[in-house]
């Protein structure tokens, strides 16, 4: 599987982006989905994930109510929208994703098979 990831750029704060990660190689429907991000110092930390069905979402604190996963294309790509965006959401942001048919959606990077290149997301203040 490989994962494409776009739609990073520079924004102010309260702006909106829209990030998307295409999957390619093979199809991804009984995988999650899921978004991470590396500011720099700082460790990679989870942001969001769907689920194989798109049903199920969950996302960090510090995003909750400001970011919406969803899955697209037939399942083989997901979008992360980003709403009300603050200097703190600086990062390169990764696409991950991972074989899980059922079960939790992963919040940590270690369970994660697949990774996209990061994109490269700056808010000005």
């Known amino acids: 599987v490989q994962l494409q990831a776009s739609g990073g750029g520079l924004v102010q704060a309260g702006d909106s982006l829209t990030l998307s990660c295409v999957a390619s190689?093979?199809?991804?429907?009984?995988?999650?989905m899921a978004w991470f991000r590396q500011a720099p110092g700082k460790e990679r930390e989870f942001v969001a994930g769907i689920n194989r069905a798109g049903v199920r979402k969950d996302y960090a604190d510090s995003v909750k109510g400001r970011f919406i996963i969803s899955r697209v294309n037939a399942g083989n790509a997901a979008t992360l929208r980003m709403n009300t965006l603050k200097p703190e959401d600086s990062a390169v942001y990764y696409c991950?994703?991972?074989?899980?048919?059922?079960?939790?959606?992963?919040?940590?990077?270690?369970?994660?098979?697949?990774w996209g290149q990061g994109t490269q997301v700056t808010v000005s203040s």
């Open positions: 991950a994703s991972t074989f899980r048919p059922y079960g939790q959606i992963p919040t940590t990077s270690t369970p994660y098979s697949y």
């Open positions: 190689g093979r199809t991804v429907n009984n995988y999650v």
